[in-house]
């Protein structure tokens, strides 16, 4: 009985921890539509019928325990958000927390997260295994990697436009608490973005480049006069 009580006790500190509940179940690869998904229960199957479809084998497995697909969800999940509770300020006259929040029924079907099935049994069950949770964007309150840049390069833009345009090194000393990237960095941090993405390629000598400027369609009315 202790042994029983104390297995159900290290159950709930682990799921707790890892932000989703087991649930009994195996699922195949007919159920499953995100491509790294469906490679894995392909890959790794060990049972040998569907909890979801119903459908079964005599000899070559077929499916996965569903438990293995939630923990590679889930961890897509806690990547890129959290628990509200453990984020966001709480202010019952404002109706309830300071910012936005999704419930697991959201992060399924609205595509915060890639969807992981087309079959609706599979969704419910992902749903059901992330519980009854209020979730938030992991650090709500701040810059996203996409917000960081976009808000360095436009006070860059700024600084040259109207304050110092080539000597950065005489501005004041970055706020060390600021998230966005310093203005004498931001050129050097653009050169390795395009250089991780592969942007840069060689052409062949004597390539020919034409510089053209868009311009509205003639208007008939005007032409006509």
Request: hydrophobic share 30%.
């Amino acid at each position: 009985m202790e042994e029983a009580m104390g297995y159900e006790k290290d159950r709930m500190i682990q799921e707790e921890e890892q932000g989703w509940c087991f649930r009994e179940g195996n699922v195949c690869d007919r159920c499953i539509s995100d491509p790294y998904l469906r490679d894995m229960v392909r890959t790794r199957a060990s049972e040998l019928d569907c909890s979801f479809c119903g459908r079964s084998s005599r000899k070559t497995p077929i499916s996965i325990p569903f438990n293995d697909v939630m923990e590679v969800i889930g961890g897509a999940v806690s990547q890129y958000f959290d628990r509200a509770v453990n984020c966001l300020g709480y202010c019952s006259a404002e109706g309830g927390y300071l910012g936005t929040t999704y419930d697991s029924w959201d992060l399924v079907h609205d595509d915060l997260i890639p969807a992981p099935s087309e079959n609706e049994e599979v969704l419910n069950a992902v749903v059901e295994s992330l519980g009854d949770e209020l979730w938030c964007d992991r650090n709500p309150y701040s810059l996203t990697g996409v917000e960081r840049y976009n808000s360095s390069w436009e006070e860059f833009c700024d600084t040259v436009k109207h304050s110092v345009r080539y000597f950065f090194g005489s501005q004041e000393v970055p706020d060390q608490y600021s998230e966005t990237i310093p203005v004498p960095e931001m050129l050097d941090e653009l050169r390795g973005i395009i250089n991780e993405a592969g942007l840069i390629s060689s052409l062949p000598a004597r390539t020919q480049f034409f510089r053209a400027r868009a311009h509205p369609p003639p208007d008939p009315k005007k032409a006509s006069r």
